[in-house]
């Protein structure tokens, strides 16, 4: 590990921004383009973000909790920085690939580490069709919105939406609805990741809908394919012992 080249990076929280200027001052460093280990300060969402900015670069990315939420964040330690990244277990994640269309024409695509998510925009429920692999599974669902998570974002929306959680390396899909009134016993379905859903939005004009990709956000949708992106990889580090899996496991004995 002592060959290895580390970059630090925090989001802008004060706690954050303190652990960056210490470690900068404790540790040998080099600016993050150059860096083989990203050590990002932060909370989770500041860790997609880093996700997104390094994916495909083959750089490894260790979070520290320095946020509100730490799903994706080992504990705030300021020892033993160099044992920890040696001794660290790999975790690779693939996203989701978003490609709406809106009311205009224009076409959009995004990337989601957590999940994509159809919400309605006004107060009137979302109409929408369902498609699996150019198969229509449920011709209408109507609901505040949908989402599509990730084993690693299966434990994001997806939980509070009362989704299933998935293990991380496991190859599937949630796909689960948000309020839905009819049909009002359908809880979602686990699909294969090498699925392809489409969403349509029906009465459009009458029942807005907007389409989120992780953060980006796109308004007044009528059509979204998503289907999992396997070029893309993101590779995050976790204390031994406190893996991702290991996580997912625990947060399934909760209550």
């Known amino acids: 590990m002592s060959s290895e080249k580390i970059a630090f990076i925090a989001s802008e929280a004060d706690e954050a921004q ?151 390396n496991s190859p599937l899909l949630a796909l689960t609805p948000i309020s839905a009134f009819r049909p009002r016993r359908w809880r979602g379905a686990i699909l294969p990741c090498a699925a392809r859903v489409t969403i349509e939005v029906l009465e459009a004009g009458k029942r807005p809908v907007s389409a989120v990709a992780d953060h980006d956000e796109f308004r007044d949708v009528h059509k979204v394919h998503i289907a999992e992106e396997p070029s893309q990889t993101v590779r995050l580090m976790f204390d031994e012992g406190h893996s991702l899996e290991e996580r997912v496991i625990s947060e399934q004995f909760r209550y």
Do not use: W
């Open 18 to 168: 303190a652990a960056l200027a210490d470690f900068s001052d404790r540790f040998d460093h080099v600016e993050a383009d150059d860096a083989d280990i990203i050590v990002a300060f932060g909370g989770d969402g500041f860790m997609l973000q880093a996700m997104h900015r390094f994916v495909s670069s083959g750089k490894a990315i260790y979070g520290m909790n320095r946020g509100s939420v730490g799903f994706l964040m080992n504990e705030f330690d300021q020892s033993s920085l160099h044992e920890r990244l040696a001794r660290a277990e790999v975790t690779e994640v693939h996203p989701l690939r978003m490609k709406a269309t809106d009311a205009s024409g224009n076409h959009h695509e995004a990337l989601a580490f957590n999940e994509v998510s159809l919400l309605r925009q006004t107060y009137q429920a979302a109409k929408l069709r369902l498609g699996i692999d150019e198969r229509t599974r449920l011709d209408e669902l109507i609901c505040d919105g949908i989402l599509l998570a990730t084993p690693a974002g299966s434990t994001a929306y997806n939980l509070s939406a009362h989704g299933p959680i998935l293990p991380v």
